[in-house]
């Protein structure tokens, strides 16, 4: 995870929260940043749009993508052979998530519904995870005049993002009366299909190609079956299976519907060793990235194996909506697993690493885990999470349910040497919540550690509720304005799969068991 960012900016904007005295945001000066509301809605075109029959929330869509397509169309007229190559690396994080906010706006843009829902507020907190991720890559190599004097430093746009995202939550608010609620069909969320599901639990599976080391199947790499598939006619569900084996790779997954089948955890093994300190930035490290929306992935190992010294090394991300993962395991130091953005739904997994391990700002449920801490580096404490949550209007958030925390065979010998945090605060609004799992004695007692001095401490939320085991007291946990004990079930209930995750709509037809409530 890299250092604390400044809230500056490049893309998009529209969805998600504070109303008025309940009713919609329905002019600039309801809105966080009224001025700048009132300066983009009063240019030319938009003015002659506003004569149309856009609501408010469109013509603050239309102009964020407007301003985010010039800020694309100016940074890619740079010269990227004439930067330095981290500069080159953070630049290029920058295209690739301006690309991805565009297309975020235009699915918002091109919208047909009258009812806005969580799949709006889901793809506006994408842009604003975007948006931050492209800083962070300045961030992790100190390159904070390089980014003051590029395209991506509009202030501008990361407020035209928060404004559109509190204007198009305080519709989700009226119009859903508070909330949705979700149902379950055959015990998974909705938005997993009948067939995904049977896929999911199926000992055996047909798979469409298959990768295979030694060559007795249809490829050699696993590169090379995502290259087959992206190539494929129609939108169905393209599976491909991994069979036994180590792959020494590094893969990128855009296309829709892909599914990973593997031959078990630590059977099929896919590795990398990118990292921060050899010059990737934290985005670029990850040994497998998905951000193809309905990603699958199961019985199959992600790794990153450059080890705690070179801090920053991503194991596997995921920016794909409505991703499960089922029976996989994501081995690494710091930064292991980076939840980047949109929903995400982990089940039967094995966790390892030291620092911020778990982290993104994606809405994220991992569900019957096990979180394995490892040993860090001398000088270090090991935190198991850090969220990403920069706006309070995001939708987004870490749940940690029925699942358990314990240290990994290099730690448990000396565990007592090393202090072991549930997670700090990356950005201002951090949120995660723990719920009814087994938090063993390697858990300091005040639970959770700062980022830097105050920052984000009243702002932050973090929950506990009904866990169980020697690390799991609360009594000397920090006194923070954010943290809370959760007493009631009604409030760690919107931390389930059936309402935080909205799983009980898509999960089901990925065919992985889970439980939608507490």
Not at 472 to 482: D, E, L, N, Q
Request: proline fraction near 3%; glycine fraction near 10%; hydrophobic fraction near 35%.
């Amino acid at each position: 995870m890299g250092k604390l960012v400044v809230c500056l900016f490049y893309v998009s904007l529209t969805v998600v929260v504070g109303f008025v005295s309940g009713q919609p945001i329905t002019s600039c000066s309801q809105t966080p940043y009224p001025d700048v509301c009132s300066s983009v809605l009063s240019s030319a075109s938009l003015a002659a749009e506003g004569k149309t029959t856009f609501s408010f929330a469109q013509l603050s869509l239309r102009a964020a993508m407007q301003r985010a397509k010039l800020i694309r169309t100016q940074a890619s007229a740079v010269d990227l052979q004439k930067l330095d190559p981290r500069s080159r690396a953070a630049w290029q994080d920058c295209l690739e998530l301006s690309d991805q906010t565009i297309s975020h706006l235009n699915r918002l843009v091109g919208s047909t519904t009258t009812t806005p829902s969580d799949d709006e507020l889901t793809w506006l907190s994408a842009t604003i995870a975007d948006h931050q991720t492209c800083l962070n890559g300045f961030q992790d190599f100190d390159l904070g005049s390089r980014l003051a004097s590029s395209p991506f430093a509009s202030s501008n746009i990361s407020q035209m993002l928060s404004n559109s995202l509190a204007v198009t939550k305080s519709n989700v608010i009226t119009n859903l009366g508070g909330g949705s609620r979700r149902l379950l069909s055959q015990g998974f969320p909705t938005w997993v299909s009948a067939a995904d599901r049977k896929l999911l639990q199926s000992s055996s599976v047909k798979a469409d190609v298959v990768v295979a080391k030694d060559g007795s199947g249809n490829y050699k790499t696993i590169s090379e079956a995502v290259a087959a598939a992206s190539k494929r006619s129609g939108s169905g569900r393209f599976v491909i299976q991994v069979k036994a084996g180590v792959y020494s790779e590094n893969v990128q997954i855009t296309g829709k519907n892909i599914m990973l089948v593997g031959d078990g955890i630590d059977q099929t093994v896919v590795t990398g060793n990118k990292n921060v300190q050899d010059g990737s930035t934290t985005f670029q490290s990850a040994t497998v990235a998905a951000v193809g929306d309905g990603f699958i992935a199961r019985d199959i190992t992600f790794q990153n194996t450059a080890g705690a010294a070179k801090h920053q090394a991503v194991a596997f991300r995921s920016g794909a909506d409505l991703s499960v993962f089922y029976r996989c395991s994501f081995k690494g130091y710091q930064d292991t697993l980076y939840v980047h953005s949109q929903r995400q739904f982990y089940r039967d997994c094995d966790i390892y690493g030291t620092v911020d391990f778990i982290f993104g700002d994606a809405v994220t449920v991992l569900q019957n885990c096990n979180i394995f801490v490892r040993k860090p580096m001398s000088n270090q404490k090991n935190t198991i999470t850090a969220q990403g949550r920069s706006d309070p209007n995001e939708n987004t958030g870490i749940s940690i349910h029925n699942s358990r925390v314990t240290a990994a065979s290099d730690l448990k010998p000396v565990q007592g040497s090393f202090k072991t945090f549930l997670g700090r605060p990356w950005k201002q609004y951090s949120r995660t919540v723990f719920m009814k799992s087994t938090l063993d004695g390697l858990i300091d007692p005040a639970g959770w550690l700062e980022w830097s001095g105050s920052f984000a401490l009243k702002t932050l939320y973090y929950g506990e509720y009904q866990n169980t085991g020697a690390g799991a007291g609360t009594s000397g946990r920090v006194k923070w304005g954010g943290y809370r004990v959760i007493t009631s079930a009604t409030e760690a209930g919107k931390f389930t799969v059936g309402s935080f995750l909205g799983g009980s709509s898509w999960i089901p037809a990925t065919g992985v068991p889970f439980t939608s409530g507490l």
